[in-house]
């Protein structure tokens, strides 16, 4: 895949057709943080952070939708229960080929930093300098039911349905492959905190305290299973999208968080 800045792109990976964007320097003439969007969004729904981010560090920033997401190929419904999994171990390293990923961060949103997670415990992968984690989940919590509950009934009644139509090609394959697989019951039993101790990179995790998907617990997961080199942040009067809430501030701890690792 060529490298064009700010320009949306198509790319193959295993057959599928995924949306992605590149921002900044190429991986060869500089790092390269690759983001991971939550369970509903998009290449779209960073919105303009990926630039904010690109800027502040003078790395170069790639995102792209996941299949069944933005303008990325549908998926198949209904998803595995172990989907992000399955994200990390196959896709997202033919991603990072697709790019030329030399060397960089990966940092993801609540679904985005599970695969984060996974993928850095799963293998050593001496290209990757750290991982950026934004309301992680390392297991599933009644108040992510709880809340994701509401929303599929603000889908079935209210006009989510038509907002997010603006930014995924298939957007009942979108909600239903995250919603449906959340909500069923063998997905409590889900549990990533086996990849934890693993992980040998530095590690930056952020959780807002009014996060209403998840709670300290997650952040407590870390500190009993990371040995490694770890940067909680807890951003105070802050729900599950820190980066769209507090935007400048997060731009400045994942710049220290990189330069440090440098």
């Keep these: 895949m060529e490298w064009v800045t700010s320009k949306t792109v198509s790319f193959d990976v295993s057959g599928v057709q995924l949306e992605g964007k590149c921002i900044g320097p190429p991986p060869s003439e500089a ?5 991971l969007h939550e369970g509903l969004g998009s290449v779209e729904l960073w919105r303009d952070f990926p630039d904010k981010l690109a800027a502040a560090t003078g790395k170069g920033v ?9 303008r990325s190929d ?3 419904l209904p ?3 172990d989907y992000m999994n399955v994200e990390a171990e ?3 390293p033919a991603v990072l080929a697709a790019i030329g990923f030399k060397s960089g961060y990966i940092a993801g949103h609540s679904d985005g930093a599970s695969i984060a997670a996974i993928y850095a415990g799963m293998a050593t992968d001496n290209r990757l300098k750290g991982i950026i984690l934004i309301a ?7 108040i992510s039911v709880t ?3 509401r929303v599929n009934e603000q889908y079935s009644h209210e006009n989510l349905r038509q907002k997010l139509f603006k930014y995924h090609s298939d957007v009942d394959g979108a909600f239903k492959g995250w919603c449906e697989s959340w909500l069923n019951p063998g997905f409590l039993k889900w549990n990533i905190e086996d990849f934890l101790s693993k992980i040998d990179k530095p590690i930056l995790a952020i959780q807002g305290t009014d996060d209403e998907y998840g709670t300290m617990r997650q952040m407590d997961s870390l500190k009993q299973n990371v040995a490694g080199s770890l940067q909680i942040e807890v951003i105070d009067k802050c729900g599950h999208s820190p980066h769209m809430q507090f935007p400048e501030r997060i731009v400045q701890l994942v710049s220290e968080f990189t330069d440090r690792a440098l």
């Design 31 to 35: 790092d390269t943080i690759i983001l």
């Design 62 to 70: 790639f995102i792209y939708s996941r299949q069944g997401y933005g």
């Design 74 to 76: 549908p998926v198949t």
């Design 79 to 81: 998803r595995p229960l």
């Design 90 to 92: 196959r896709v997202l």
């Design 136 to 142: 992680p989940h390392f297991f599933a919590e009644p």
């Design 147 to 149: 809340a994701i509950a």
